[in-house]
């Protein structure tokens, strides 16, 4: 066809809602309540710059930042603050929890002297509680304990509160530490802990489980089958996936595109099945719920 025309139409396409969930991929999360001091420990801890001020919630949306050793390179995300009832999706909880779901490792930044008064052995259990309630496996991922803002309590308070909460809290975390984004103090021991903490990269190789053998039969052309029935004197039906769509895709009302349609009908076996089911030039056929009076007789032009 040097000069076509006609033109094939588009078929129908499939719609559907589709919900996804974006989940940054990290190392290591950074979890605690508001204003705990995650965004100043990451922007001492790596080359990152969250916006730190003096107020809860200031993050509002997940900061990754990299630890880079000798030994190996470590992403670090700064998690927005968890509120009570998180792990049901207050305060947005299911979509900053979502992003704790891929850390291999938790560290658990607990404010030794919260500006509310809090005392933080409810404070930390209120976070744990909600990771706990959200699932995914966060309450079995590893963990430190990082008690942070220590340049406000006094050196012997910082020591003893590691004390306090190592023998507390025992094997079901990895380690605790004191540190200050202010003074630095401790930065460096958080640093070297949670590089040492996360899992290693390469996993031991798993056999692959036997597949037992299925066997298929394959019919070549089995799309292409039709059905020809008589529905009364002088008037068939012919049904059937791919005659159908070739009706669905050509304007019937182009002359060009219903030659195209009848010169296929034929290459598919159409006219001849019609023909041995008694059709007759001039019978009407009806197609996809269009009727045609065909004449197989008569030249395609």
């Not at 200031?58 to 900061?63: K, S, Y």
């Not at 590691?162 to 990895?174: C, E, N, S, Y």
């Not at 031991?204 to 039709?226: D, I, K, L, M």
Request: proline share 7%; net charge negative; hydrophobic share 45%.
């Amino acid at each position: 066809r040097q000069t076509p025309r006609m033109a094939e139409r588009g078929l129908a396409g499939e719609e559907g809602w589709l919900d996804l969930r974006l989940r940054l991929f990290a190392d290591a999360g950074l979890v605690g309540l508001p204003n705990a001091g995650k965004s100043s420990l990451l922007k001492r801890l790596t080359r990152a710059d969250p916006k730190v001020a003096g107020y809860p919630f200031t993050t509002l949306e997940p900061v990754l930042g990299t630890i880079e050793t000798h030994e190996r390179q470590v992403v670090v995300a700064d998690i927005p603050g968890l509120i009570e009832g998180a792990g049901a999706g207050a305060g947005l909880g299911h979509e900053f929890l979502a992003h704790v779901e891929r850390c291999r490792l938790l560290v658990h930044v607990l404010d030794l002297a919260p500006l509310d008064g809090s005392d933080p052995v409810p404070n930390h259990a209120t976070v744990e509680a909600e990771l706990h309630d959200h699932g995914a496996g966060l309450a079995e991922l590893p963990r430190l304990v990082c008690l942070s803002k220590a340049d406000l309590v006094t050196r012997e308070q910082a020591e003893a509160a590691v004390t306090a909460w190592t023998a507390r809290l025992g094997d079901a975390v990895l380690g605790v530490v004191a540190t200050s984004a202010v003074t630095g103090a401790g930065l460096d021991d958080l640093r070297a802990a949670i590089v040492r903490s996360v899992p290693p990269d390469e996993q031991e190789p798993q056999e692959a489980p036997e597949v037992e053998a299925t066997h298929r039969t394959y019919r070549p052309g089995a799309a292409s089958a039709f059905e020809v029935s008589r529905r009364g004197p002088g008037a068939f039906a012919v049904e059937g996936p791919a005659v159908e769509r070739l009706i669905a895709r050509h304007d019937i009302d182009n002359e060009e595109a219903l030659r195209y349609i009848e010169g296929r009908l034929r290459g598919m076996g159409v006219i001849r099945a019609l023909a041995a089911a008694g059709f007759n030039p001039g019978d009407d056929v009806e197609i996809a719920g269009t009727a045609f009076e065909l004449d197989p007789a008569a030249p395609l032009g």
